[in-house]
């Protein structure tokens, strides 16, 4: 692990050789409409810390350059790999095709029908909703893809019927709701310490 004070947190800079050789996790992110450049940064640098493989910036998400983002992230929009998309729906179809053409790594069994077996990713909108479950009682499963939303307006009802999965974080306070990057932390966690006891 290791240890920085502030000043060198603020001026830490990876090099190209360290973040191309990090073992990403099948682990994508989409912000749908996000529009606090500070929350865009926080993400990338969540999305660092747990080694994702691709953050989806869709509609009106703010996108580096930014110095608010480049701020907030501590330069991880650098080695973070991101693209931008219209939509968090065009987003979603795109990484679903992506896996439907692609073999398990684990399992190259045909399915019953005879066909060859593919891999799919599991879309989970991190949202309150009428349909959400705790998120420490969803099955997570690798891979994955986390979907937040707008501050104020949250996951847009589009996503939200594509979604394999609801989940949200229990409030037990005055408040009704936590940062979409809090939340996103939170349940990024739990799909990652998912992933560790499986190894």
């Known amino acids: 692990m290791i240890k920085l004070n502030a000043r060198e947190l603020r001026s830490y800079q990876s090099s190209a050789v360290s ?20 929350n865009i940064g926080s993400i990338f640098r969540l999305a ?21 983002i ?3 992230s501590i330069n991880t929009t650098e080695w973070v790999t991101w693209s931008y998309r219209e939509s968090a729906v065009e987003a979603i179809k795109e990484l679903r095709q992506q896996f439907a053409n692609r073999l398990p790594t684990t399992d190259y069994r045909k399915a019953e029908d005879g066909r060859r077996k593919t891999e799919s990713i599991q879309v989970i909108a991190i949202e309150q909703s009428t349909k959400s479950v705790q998120y420490n009682t ?14 104020t307006h949250g996951v847009s009802k589009e996503v939200l019927k594509m979604a394999d ?15 979409v990057m809090v939340s996103l932390g939170i349940v990024l966690y739990k799909v990652v310490s998912k992933i560790k006891q499986l190894d």
Do not use: W
Request: glycine share 6%.
């Open 19 to 38: 973040h191309q050789t990090i073992k990403r996790n099948e682990i994508y992110i989409i912000l749908d409409n996000v529009l606090d450049a500070y």
């Open 48 to 68: 660092d810390a747990v080694a994702a493989k691709k953050i989806y910036l869709c509609g009106q998400t703010e996108t580096p350059p930014n110095h608010r």
């Open 70 to 72: 480049k701020k907030a």
């Open 138 to 151: 969803f099955d997570y499963k690798l891979p994955i893809c986390l979907v937040v939303g707008h501050e």
């Open 165 to 179: 999965g609801i989940v949200e974080i229990p409030m037990f306070g005055v408040n009704k709701s936590l940062n």
